[in-house]
C-alpha cells in the first residue's frame, strides 16, 4: 500500500486537495483477460477497493477481502488523437531535409541543428512553400483509414508559446481538415498479444513454420503449407472487431525537441552541485504531421491500444509514416473519462451505442504524448481508477491536461507510471486561430497533387492506394496455396510481398533453364511447390538473417517489443533491408526444388549470400564450396564400393558377411560415405547403392 496525494481542481478553478489520502495497491485476478489495480480509500470515505477490466474498461468495486467483484461502478469513455510524422524527404513548407531523406542512411545519426531551413527558425522574412510529397503523403493515409477526402481544404494559426515553436503559432487545420468522417475496423489488445512479442525467435519461427509446406522435397522438413489450425484453437483466438469513427485528419507543423541535461558546477566547495539547462535541438521543427482526431467510441485501454497499432500498421503499410512510436515519429493523446453505471444493462447499452455518450459522462482529461502500446494500456487504467476514486467521493475531476511520467514498475509504481497535471480548465490556453495568410487554399487538382490532366481526385487515391494487408493476404492464401499463418507474416511486410512475388518468378526462370537440360525436371513439380518454398524460406530464413542483422550489437534482451523498441535497432525489421533479393534466393530455391543442394546446403549458402559475398550467384557458391548433392546413381555405386572395399574398413565388411549387427554395420557404412562425400551425397540413392554394393560382396 502506498500513499498517492491528488491535485483536484473543482468547478470554480479553485485547486484543493482530498483530507483523506487515497492508497493504490497492485492486484491480479485469476482471468488472464484482465488486470485489476486496487485504489483503497480509508474506510470512511471509500467502502471498498476498485479494480478496472482492461478488456472491457469496466471500473468495479470490489469486496475488501477477498478480493471479489461486488458491483460495476464505472465506464471508461476513450477518444484518441494521433501525431504522425509523415516519411518525405523534406519538411512540410521548407525545403530542409529531414531524417527520411534518402542521401541519409539507416538510422543516421544528426547533430542538433543541423538540419534547419530559415524558415524552419523564423527568420523575418522567410514563407513557407508547400510540400507536395507531404500532401501526396497525407491524402494516402486519409484514403487508408477509409476518410473522405475534401478536394479543398485551408491552413490556419494556431498561436502558443513555446521555446520549441520559434514562429510563435503552429500552422494547421483545425476548421477545414483535409479529410473526415473516417472509420477504422480492428482487434482489441490482448494480454496474448503481449506474451507473443515476448517469445524467443525460435518460438517464432516455430509458428511462421506451423503452416508452411516442404521445403526441401528431398528431405521432407517442414508441413502442409495447405493445414489449417485446430478448428477449437482458431475459435479461441477470435476476438469481438470494435469499430472507430475519424472525425478528421489535418495536416500540421511539428515542433522542435527540448533536451535537459544536467551539467555540474565545478564549484569547489560543493562538489555535488549541478545546475540544469535545457537546449532547444530544432531538426524536427517543421516536419510534416498528420494529425488523427477519433470521436469518443473506444470503452477500454486494450481497445485504445488496439486501434493505435492497426493504424500504425496501416500508415507503415502505405508507406507514408514509420510508425516508430519510440522515436516520435508516431505518437498518441488519450482523451478519458468515465461514465457511472446505473445497472447492469447500461454497461451493454454503452458498448453498442458507441456514438452516443453515455449520460452523465465526466469531464474529459487529456493525457499527452504517449509513445508505446505499454503507456496507453497504464495511462489508460491509471486515468480511469484515478477518477473513479474522486467521483466516489464526490470531488470529481475538472477539464485537465495531463502528461504520464514513466516510472519503473515497483510497489509504489505497479503501472510503470502516473499521470502529472500540467493545466486545468482554467488554465486554458486561448489559441486565436485564424487563416494562415502566407498560404492559399489547399485544392486537390491536378497541378497538387502532380497527377494525370484530367484525373479525378477519386481514381487519383484509386491509382496511388496499394493492396491492402487484407486483401495480399487473402491473394496469397487463394492464388498461392499458402496457409494464412504464413500469409499474414508475410503481409505484415509490404516490402516482403513483392520480394515473394520477385523469388517465385526467378524460380521459375531457373527451373526452366535447368529443363532444357533434362526434360524431366519440371514433371514433378506441382503448382504450390514454388509458392510455398519460397514464403517459408522468406518467412523464416531471410527474416531471421534481418532480425538478426537489426540486433546485432544490442542488448536483444531488452527489446521484447521490437516494434516499440525499433530506434534501438541498426535498421528495421524488414526485408526491404535485406542483403539478399528475391532473384538470387528464387535460383537456391529452384536448385533445392532440382535436387542440386539439399535444405543444410542451401541455409549455408543463403548465410554466405546475406553476410559475405553480396554479388555471387548461389551455384557459384555452391560450386566454390563443393557443395552440391550427388545423385548420379554410377558416382554413387563407386563411391560406396571404394569406401566398402577400404581395408581400414575390413573388420565391419567381415562382420556383415557373417550376418552380425547388419543395421548397425549399415549405419557405420553411411556415415563413411557421407564423410568421404562431404555431405553431398543424396541420402536415398546412396543407401541404394550401399545395398547394391553390400549384395555384391
Known sequence: MISLRLCLFRRNGQRSKL???????????????????????????????????????????????????????????????????????????????TRHNPSFGVNATHPANTLVHAYDIAYPGTLPSLSQSAVKASVLSAAALGCTVHRESRFERKHYF????????????????????????????????????????????????????????????????????????????????????????????????????????????????????SYIDYNRAGCALIEIVSHPDLRSAHEAAGVVEKIRKLLKHVGSCDGRMEEGSLRCDLNVSIAPILDANDTNQMLLKREE?????????????????????AATEYEALRQSSLAMVDDPTGRETRTFHVKPISDRYPLGGETICIRSKGDAIDYRFMPEPDLPPLILDEETLGCERGLSLLNYIEYIMPESQEEAAARLVKDYGL?????????????????????????????????????????????????????????????????????????????????????ALNHPISVEYSTVDGSRLGCLIAMIINGTLTSSMAKKILTIMYKEDLDSSPLDIANANGWRVISDMTTLLELCERVVLDPKNSKQLEQYKQGGKIWKIEKFFVGKIMGASQGNAHPERMKEALGIVLSRV
Open 162 to 277: 513555446y521555446p520549441d515553436l520559434p514562429l510563435g503559432y503552429q500552422i494547421t487545420q483545425q476548421q477545414w481538415p483535409l479529410a473526415s468522417d473516417g472509420l477504422v475496423t480492428f482487434e482489441p489488445y490482448s494480454n496474448s498479444q503481449s506474451q507473443h512479442q515476448q517469445t524467443s525467435e525460435q518460438g517464432n519461427e516455430k509458428k511462421r513454420r506451423r503452416g508452411g509446406r516442404s521445403r526441401d522435397i528431398n528431405n521432407d522438413e517442414g508441413v502442409d503449407a495447405k493445414s489449417k489450425q485446430n478448428p477449437s484453437e482458431e475459435q479461441d483466438t477470435i476476438q469481438q472487431l470494435v469499430q472507430l469513427r475519424i472525425e478528421r485528419i489535418q495536416i500540421e507543423q511539428d515542433t522542435g525537441k527540448t533536451r535537459t541535461h544536467v551539467i555540474p558546477t565545478n564549484n569547489p566547495s560543493n562538489p555535488d552541485e549541478t545546475i540544469t539547462k
Open 357 to 377: 455518450l453515455p449520460p452523465d459522462t465526466g469531464h474529459r482529461v487529456e493525457v499527452k504524448n504517449l509513445n508505446s502500446l505499454r503507456q496507453i494500456i
Open 483 to 567: 496457409s494464412e499463418d504464413v500469409a499474414n507474416v508475410i503481409t505484415g511486410d509490404p516490402a516482403a510481398i513483392a520480394m515473394l512475388e520477385e523469388t517465385m518468378d526467378a524460380a521459375r526462370r531457373e527451373l526452366r533453364k535447368l529443363a532444357d537440360q533434362n526434360d524431366d525436371t519440371a514433371t514433378h513439380i506441382d503448382d504450390w511447390t514454388i509458392p510455398t518454398m519460397a514464403a517459408n524460406w522468406l518467412s523464416n530464413d531471410v527474416f531471421a538473417l534481418v532480425k538478426k542483422s537489426a540486433l546485432e550489437g544490442k542488448d536483444a534482451s531488452s527489446l521484447q517489443d521490437v516494434d516499440e523498441a525499433s530506434n
Open 19 to 97: 483530507k483523506t489520502p487515497l492508497h493504490l495497491s497492485l492486484s491480479r485476478p485469476n482471468t488472464t483477460s484482465s488486470a485489476a489495480i486496487n485504489i483503497n480509500h480509508p474506510a470512511s470515505v471509500i467502502n471498498h477497493p476498485l479494480s478496472y477490466d482492461r478488456d472491457t474498461g469496466i471500473i468495479w468495486e470490489m469486496s475488501s477481502s477477498p478480493h471479489n467483484r461486488i458491483r460495476p461502478v464505472y465506464q471508461t469513455i476513450i477518444g484518441i488523437e494521433i501525431h504522425a510524422q509523415l516519411s518525405i524527404p523534406t519538411k512540410l513548407f521548407s525545403s530542409a531535409p
